[in-house]
T-cell receptor, first 113, second 113 residues
Framework: EAGVAQSPRYKIIEKRQSVAFWCNPISGHATLYWYQQILGQGPKLLIQ????????DSQLPKDRFSAERLKGVDSTLKIQPAKLEDSAVYLC???????????FGNGTRLTVT | GENVEQHPSTLSVQEGDSAVIKCTYSDSASNYFPWYKQELGKRPQLIID?????GEKKDQRIAVTLNKTAKHFSLHITETQPEDSAVYFC????????????FGKGTMLLVSP
């Protein structure tokens, strides 16, 4: 089966600019996750979707981050405006349902200068 | 929310030795405990998982044990090989309130030939 697709793989922007990441989950996976992984740390959940509804966005900095999954399939994560501390790898993952194994994409490495 | 502690943060072993990584969690309702391996610059990949109705699970050189009473679970790697060198993350799926997967901070395992 095709894995979780993410783009772009790398992005370099200046602080205060905006950026968007795209994710296409494994076909049939109802649950989609966006994680932020800062160098040397474990993935931190930003937002979790069940189909096109938000299950948990308690750790999403909503003043600058937004995410959507309009048709219950692919998803976009946006940062506007970016800060230096947003430099991280943004991982998208999907699972067949909640409480089942997550499959990660290759991530987008964001560098904010 | 769920609190996941992982120890040690780094672990160096000689090839052929065993390695053990331990995680503790706080939510007694948690019921799914996966372990992920992340090689440098790559995505996390599931290597083994265990559910709360099972005390131990093995897959070749890898095993996971779960102590629900003490709220801790451990990853055991036997006969370590240099290709086992990576960062290992434990994760916990809480089953109360928001159902999300929370990761530990990771253990960097270095296997020396």
């Amino acid at each position: 089966e095709a894995g979780v697709a993410q783009s772009p793989r790398y992005k370099i922007i200046e602080k205060r600019q905006s950026v968007a990441f795209w994710c296409n989950p494994i076909s049939g996976h109802a649950t989609l996750y966006w994680y932020q992984q800062i160098l040397g740390q474990g993935p931190k959940l930003l937002i979790q979707f069940q189909n096109n509804g938000v299950v948990d966005d308690s750790q999403l900095p909503k003043d600058r981050f937004s995410a959507e999954r309009l048709k219950g399939v692919d998803s976009t994560l946006k940062i506007q405006p970016a800060k230096l501390e947003d430099s991280a790898v943004y991982l998208c993952a999907s699972s067949l349902a909640s409480n089942s194994p997550l499959h990660f994409g290759n991530g987008t490495r964001l560098t904010v200068t | 929310g769920e609190n996941v502690e992982q120890h040690p943060s780094t672990l160096s072993v000689q090839e052929g030795d065993s390695a053990v990584i331990k995680c503790t969690y706080s939510d007694s309702a948690s019921n799914y405990f996966p372990w992920y391996k992340q090689e440098l610059g790559k995505r996390p990949q599931l290597i083994i998982d265990i559910r709360s109705n099972v005390g131990e699970k093995k897959d070749q050189r890898i095993a996971v044990t779960l102590n629900k009473t003490a709220k801790h679970f451990s990853l055991h790697i036997t006969e370590t090989q240099p290709e086992d060198s990576a960062v290992y993350f434990c994760a916990v799926w809480a089953n109360s309130g928001y159902s999300t997967l929370t990761f530990g901070k990771g253990t960097m395992l270095l296997v020396s030939p």
